[in-house]
């Protein structure tokens, strides 16, 4: 069984900074891709960043510039670097990696970005 534990989501003011860890736990062979998404209170869930494992990385338009994915394969472990916050981005964040050819999601993180 493959966990993924999400952690550092809360609320922070307009224009600040949030870093969001999540690690995979388990029995655990290969990890490919690794990736935020994120839902907003009445709207579909939507991909924030992702990172294949070769290092590849795309962003949604929204927070180019502003968000950083990265990851460390020795920790099975992806993290999201999140700078000049904006209310738009409140929100709950998911993590999803691709494990063992299977596809796993966390629980979720509220992030709130207050005005």
């Known amino acids: 069984q493959v966990q993924l534990v999400e952690s550092g989501g809360g609320l922070v003011q307009a224009g600040g900074s949030l870093r969001l860890s999540c690690a995979a736990s388990?029995?655990?062979?290969?990890?490919?891709?690794m990736a935020w998404y994120r839902q907003a209170p009445g709207k579909q869930r939507e991909l924030v960043a992702r990172s294949s494992r070769g290092g590849n990385t795309n962003y949604a338009d929204s927070v180019k510039g502003r968000f950083t994915i990265s990851r460390d394969n020795a920790k099975n472990t992806v993290y999201l670097q999140m700078n000049s916050l904006k209310p738009d981005d409140t929100a709950v964040y998911y993590c999803?990696?691709?494990?063992?050819?299977?596809?796993?999601w966390g629980k979720g993180t509220l992030i709130t970005v207050s005005s």
């Open positions: 999803n990696m691709g494990v063992n050819g299977m596809d796993y």
């Open positions: 388990g029995s655990i062979f290969m990890v490919n891709a």
